[in-house]
């Protein structure tokens, strides 16, 4: 069907008020980040009287930033392999077994992303403080801890997401293979995961980057040591300043590991999304 002018004008307008949407905002944290403070208190402008890079050299010491950026790479990283390790083994046997409570499982798998994470907060944390009061295992205010709590809602997705992308998968691959006697692990590992491999990176970006961005859970879970980038940000307002400067230019630095590594997975990534959304 032949597109007419105003549809065509239609959808050029749309795509430019929605680039504009994306790109200002960021054209404003990198002009922001290349002000000297005393230029973003006093008032917006579209460009730096006095551009500079100091905000991104003292952005390191107002606040412990490289130790942010470290828990956050050590928690997400953690969270992410044993969220897809898991979930590789739930959703094989899930989409290849059939057995009494699947149903069940799966349903219940599903349904617990309907809770608000709020939900779950307390809970935890009273778990992990009398926890750590009776056996000596800290796990509040530590990164084992925060790994746990994101396991709990990052796992259930995962799950659900290799269900649907396992099934997308012909059982002649897992016919073929056990005919040359490969068993369960065999196939998993030399038939199955080779040919999953967009769902498994699609997987594990889901699952790094709800880690990476969480602020409720870790703004409670962790204290100064064990504190992630996404709380740590506070710290650049303080009782008598607050420091809008550093603050984009911290959030220019932290966002780079994300996207570069999504640029790098985008394929897989949406390819993942595409097979384990329909079967």
């Not at 038939?191 to 961005?213: E, S």
């Not at 409670?220 to 809008?244: C, H, I, K, P």
Request: aromatic content about 14%; hydrophobic content about 55%.
């Amino acid at each position: 069907m032949r597109e007419t002018a105003g549809e065509r004008w239609g959808r050029r307008i749309v795509l430019t008020l929605l680039t504009l949407f994306v790109v200002i905002p960021l054209y404003v944290m990198v002009t922001s980040a290349a002000k000297p403070l005393q230029d973003v208190q006093n008032g917006f402008t579209w460009w730096p009287s006095r551009p500079t890079l100091q905000p991104f050299v003292d952005m390191w010491s107002t606040v412990p930033l490289a130790r942010y950026l470290v828990n956050s790479l050590v928690v997400s990283s953690i969270a992410a392999v044993c969220s897809v390790a898991v979930a590789i083994f739930a959703a094989f046997a899930v989409s290849r077994y059939r057995f009494r409570g699947r149903g069940v499982f799966s349903v219940t798998v599903l349904s617990t992303q309907m809770f608000p994470g709020i939900l779950f907060l307390l809970p935890l944390f009273l778990i992990y403080v009398n926890l750590g009061n009776a056996t000596g295992i800290e796990l509040y205010a530590s990164r084992t801890g925060l790994v746990i709590t994101y396991l709990t809602f990052s796992l259930p997705f995962s799950i659900w997401m290799l269900v649907g992308y396992f099934d997308s998968i012909p059982r002649g691959l897992d016919e073929a293979a056990q005919v040359d006697g490969a068993g369960p692990l065999r196939t998993l590992f030399q038939v199955i995961l080779p040919a999953a491999v967009p769902g498994v990176v699609a997987v594990t970006v889901y699952a790094f980057m709800t880690a990476w961005g969480e602020v409720l859970f870790a703004s409670v879970m962790t204290d100064e040591g064990s504190r992630t980038l996404a709380v740590g940000l506070q710290g650049y307002s303080t009782q008598f300043n607050v420091y809008w400067n550093q603050i984009m230019a911290a959030s220019l630095v932290v966002s780079i590991p994300v996207v570069v590594g999504f640029l790098a997975l985008q394929r897989y990534f949406v390819a993942g999304l595409t097979a384990g959304a329909v079967k």
